[in-house]
C-alpha cells in the first residue's frame, strides 16, 4: 500500500513555465497584451483552427460564443445531460433553456439519436462536450445542426489535441472552447480559448471580452494606442492575463509530450482492466485521437459486492485520489426544481453516473504510481467481487 497520498490531478509546471512567467513580469506588461496575443496565434496554429481568442476560462468562453451566435431570452439550446456545471449555467445567463439529451451508453457523449427529437422553432443551438477527450459524433451532430440550421457550439473542455477523423478539436463546429483549468489537459491557472473561422465572431469575442470596448482596447497603454475608446456593448471581463499566457506558452509546447504520457497510461490501465469482469475499460474509437483528459472506469456492480461509492471509499483508504464525472445535471437541485425532472428521465446518464470513476491520469504520474492505482482498483476488485 502508498505510503502518501496520490493526488487525483497535478499540473506539470517546470522551469519552462517560470521562465515564461519571469519574463512576463519582468516586461511589466502583465496583463493581456503581446504574450496573450502570442498564446492565441499558436494555440489556433495547433489545432488547424482560423482564429483563437484568449479568455480568462473555459464558462466565458461559452458565454461569449453564445452571445455571438445571437442567443437570447426564450430560446432553447440542446446539451447533454452528462456535463459540468458550466456547460448549462451559461445557457441560463440569457434567460434561455437548456434542453437536455441523454447520453450514449457507449461513451458518455451525447447521443445524437437524442437530439432531433428535441429540436423547435426556439431551438438556437447545440452543445456537445467531448467528455473525457473523446470526441463526440461530431459527423452526425453537424448533419442535423445543417438540416435545422443550428449552431454549433462544442464544450472542448477536455479535448485540447483530440481528434475527430482527420480534423482536430478546434477545427469542426461554428465555435469550439477550451479550458486551461489547473486539471485540464494543458492549464494557465484559470484560463479558457475560443476557436472559429468567422472573424465577425472573432472580433465580437474580442470586443465583448474587454468590456464592449471598440476593438483592440487591450493596446490602449501601448506607445501606439489612443486613449479614445468608444462602448458598443455592455461586455464582460474575460480577458486573460499575460502572465496567465505566459505559462500557457510553455504548456503548449509540451502538450504532445504531455498527452503521450496519458496515453501511455490509459494503455496501462486497459491491459490491467480489460479482462476483469467486474470492469469495463472507457470506450476508444479508431477514427478519433483520445485526449485522455480522464480515465472513466465504469463498475459492472452486479458483479462486486460494494458500490461505487464504497468502492471510491475504498480507493481513498489505499491512498489513491479519484473523481466521479458527472453528476449529470437533471439531478441536481437547481435543474431538478426548475424543470421538474427526475432521475430516470435521463436513465442512461443516470445509471452510467451510478458506477463511474475516475482514476489518475496526468503526465507527472511515475511508472509506480501507474502500479499503485492498478494494484488498489484490482485488489478492491478481488476482495469485493460476488
Ligand atoms: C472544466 C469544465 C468546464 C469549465 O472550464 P473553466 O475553464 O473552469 O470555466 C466546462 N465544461 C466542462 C465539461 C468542464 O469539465
Not at 483552427?49 to 461569449?64: I, K, P, Q, Y
Not at 472552447?177 to 472573424?199: H, Q, V
Not at 472513466?296 to 466521479?324: C, H, P, T, W, Y
Request: hydrophobic share 40%; glycine share 6%.
Amino acid at each position: 500500500m502508498r505510503e502518501t497520498f496520490l493526488p487525483f490531478a497535478l499540473p506539470d509546471i517546470d522551469e519552462s513555465e517560470l521562465d515564461e512567467i519571469r519574463e512576463a513580469l519582468e516586461s511589466n506588461w502583465i496583463t493581456t497584451g503581446p504574450k496573450t496575443k502570442l498564446f492565441e496565434k499558436h494555440f489556433a496554429e495547433s489545432v488547424g483552427a482560423g482564429h483563437a481568442v484568449a479568455v480568462n476560462s473555459c464558462t466565458a468562453a461559452m458565454h461569449l460564443a453564445l452571445e455571438a451566435a445571437g442567443v437570447g431570452p426564450g430560446d432553447e439550446v440542446i446539451t447533454s445531460a452528462y456535463t459540468f456545471a458550466a456547460t448549462a449555467e451559461v445557457i441560463r445567463y440569457f434567460d434561455a433553456t437548456p434542453v437536455l439529451a441523454d447520453i450514449s451508453a457507449l461513451d458518455f457523449n451525447i447521443d445524437p439519436d437524442k437530439i432531433e427529437p428535441l429540436i423547435n422553432s426556439r431551438t438556437k443551438a447545440v452543445i456537445p462536450i467531448h467528455i473525457g477527450g473523446l470526441p463526440a459524433e461530431m459527423q452526425a451532430i453537424l448533419e442535423i445542426a445543417a438540416r435545422h440550421d443550428l449552431i454549433v457550439i462544442e464544450d472542448a473542455a477536455h479535448a485540447f489535441q483530440a481528434k475527430y477523423q482527420d480534423k482536430w478539436i478546434g477545427q469542426i463546429g461554428d465555435a469550439t472552447c477550451f479550458s486551461f483549468y489547473a486539471t485540464k489537459t494543458i492549464t494557465t491557472g484559470e484560463g479558457g480559448m475560443i476557436t472559429t473561422d468567422r472573424d465577425d465572431w472573432r472580433d465580437r469575442y474580442q470586443v465583448m471580452a474587454l468590456h464592449g470596448i471598440s476593438k483592440d482596447a487591450w493596446k490602449r497603454y501601448t506607445a501606439e494606442g489612443s486613449w479614445y475608446y468608444e462602448i458598443v456593448a455592455p461586455g464582460y471581463k474575460y480577458n486573460m492575463t499575460d502572465v496567465a499566457a505566459a505559462m500557457g506558452l510553455a504548456q503548449l509546447k509540451k502538450a504532445n509530450r504531455m498527452r503521450e504520457r496519458r496515453e501511455w497510461i490509459a494503455n496501462q490501465y486497459h491491459a490491467a482492466f480489460r479482462d476483469c469482469e467486474a470492469l469495463q475499460i472507457p470506450y476508444d474509437r479508431k477514427d478519433c485521437v483520445h485526449a485522455w483528459h480522464l480515465y472513466m472506469l465504469r463498475l459492472n456492480l452486479s458483479r462486486l459486492k460494494i458500490d461505487r461509492k464504497q468502492f471510491a471509499e475504498e480507493m481513498k483508504n489505499r491512498n489513491i485520489g479519484i473523481s466521479v464525472h458527472f453528476i449529470p445535471l437533471h439531478i441536481h437541485p437547481y435543474y431538478r426544481e426548475k424543470y421538474g425532472y427526475r432521475p430516470e428521465d435521463y436513465s442512461i446518464a443516470y445509471g452510467e453516473f451510478s458506477r463511474e470513476l475516475s482514476l489518475p491520469i496526468y503526465n507527472k504520474m511515475s511508472d509506480q504510481d501507474v502500479r499503485d492505482v492498478i494494484e488498489a482498483v484490482l485488489d478492491i476488485v478481488k476482495k469485493n467481487t460476488r
